[in-house]
């Protein structure tokens, strides 16, 4: 942590991820309290990450936030929640001592400049990422360690397993307090080398209900999240760590697909009706099942969020082939813009009878690009100051 003239900044980085158990439903909307356990792989940094910078200083005259660059609330209730409960830690870590004689004083006003390395118009799930990051930032800017999932989860449910890298399970819990409802490591990241994952970002409208309220009204209203969340989780996920224990795609990729479509038939369940998927994402799909069913098994996994967005699980050697059948089944428009992002990817060659089973009815310019990226590590410290955010007046640095 640099401190100098009182001025105390850090600069942290974190990642997004993607649920195969889906968490949908809040026994407890202020403590975020799920109705079910999930589990979720952490995305690599190098190809998806939000970086935070917090700093602290006597001379700031008030809190302030800025997000990709653009000064925002920073009284959003769950943004202070997350600043209270990390200097509640600090605090009780401090043992109630004298607060003067600590680093940095609870009392100074904070600044947080906070970006993500992929538009956030791209609809990927940037909020775990965001609040996983804003709390390890300020953890570390108050010396606070060890278990922080809890805080991450006030910011949004899902970015308390972005506080971990890997295989991730966000444990339910049982305790009306919350103290129990936290982040697991499964496995670690490099658990399962051969594993990839392509985000295929696709083109058309921002997602109209957002998952806060969507889930609520679910939890009012769907039988079926009830029935899910009571009968269903329990048994997949303890299948599903079986999977990811054992490298078994086979198994791994055809539950994270029904788990997804279990999602998604929440939310039709819901009433009013909610829609996450549309036509494109349902062709994708259709996709999907063709591919596999050429070749005898599961070799590609969907999995889909609240957004059209089809994020695909499968091997490393089946990449430079599936994605070969994304690019023939969804030409890209000619506009120069790069359609493969991310890992590099191999050229495929697609067999004759491969084309005639499985590309169908090509949509032209429906996917806008392909993002090839693979499990990644939890939350990072950014040593160098030369990546700070802010500047030693504690506000945005002007980028490049
Ligand atoms: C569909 O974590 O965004 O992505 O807790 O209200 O902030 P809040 O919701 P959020 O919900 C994520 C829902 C999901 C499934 C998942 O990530 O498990």
Redesign the pocket.
């Known amino acids: 942590m640099a401190e100098e003239r009182g001025l105390a900044m850090v600069t942290c980085t974190a990642p997004v991820?993607i649920?195969v158990i889906?968490?949908?439903g809040?026994r407890d909307n202020d403590l975020?309290l799920p109705i079910n356990s999930?589990l979720?792989v952490t995305l690599h940094q190098d190809q998806l990450k939000t970086t935070t910078t917090a700093a602290a200083s006597r001379d700031f005259a008030e809190d302030r936030l800025w997000l990709n660059g653009e000064e925002a609330d920073v009284g959003h209730p769950r943004l202070q929640a997350c600043l209270r409960e990390v200097r509640r830690l600090a605090r009780k870590r401090r043992g109630g001592g004298d607060e003067d004689a600590a680093p940095l004083s609870l009392s100074y006003k904070i600044h947080v400049a906070t970006e993500n390395n992929f538009p956030t118009a791209a609809g990927l799930?940037s909020?775990?990422a965001g609040y996983a990051c804003l709390v390890s930032a300020l953890a570390r800017l108050y010396g606070v360690e060890g278990e922080l999932s809890e805080v991450a989860r006030r910011g949004?449910?899902?970015?308390c397993r972005s506080m971990l890298g890997g295989f991730v399970q966000w444990q339910r819990g049982e305790r009306p307090d919350g103290r129990d409802s936290l982040a697991h490591q499964v496995a670690p990241e490099t658990h399962w080398p051969e594993l990839r994952v392509l985000v295929l970002v696709v083109s058309g409208e921002k997602k109209q209900v957002g998952?806060?309220a969507g889930?609520q009204t679910s939890v009012d209203t769907s039988p079926l999240l009830k029935h899910r969340a009571e009968a269903v989780v329990p048994e997949r996920l303890a299948l599903m760590m079986r999977h990811i224990r054992e490298r078994d795609f086979e198994g791994f990729g055809q539950l994270a697909m029904r788990d997804s479509n279990q999602?998604h038939a929440t939310c039709l369940d819901t009433f009013p009706p909610i829609f996450y998927l549309n036509d494109l994402s349902r062709h994708i799909i259709a996709l999907a099942h063709r591919f596999n069913a050429h070749h005898g098994r599961t070799k590609v996994a969907y999995t889909f969020?609240?957004g059209p967005n089809a994020v695909i699980f499968t091997l490393a050697d089946t990449v430079a082939e599936f994605v070969e059948v994304v690019r023939r089944s969804f030409p890209p428009a000619a506009n120069g813009d790069q359609f493969v992002r991310g890992l590099p990817v191999g050229s495929a060659s697609l067999p004759e009878e491969l084309l005639a089973a499985v590309v169908t009815e090509p949509v032209p310019g429906a996917v806008r690009y392909i993002l090839h990226t693979k499990p990644g590590p939890g939350p990072q410290l950014v040593d160098d100051p030369s990546q700070h955010l802010l500047g030693a007046d504690g506000l945005p640095r002007r980028r490049a």
């Open positions: 991820n649920a889906k968490y949908w809040k975020i999930s979720s799930a909020s775990a949004s449910g899902s970015a998952s806060t889930m999602f969020d609240a």
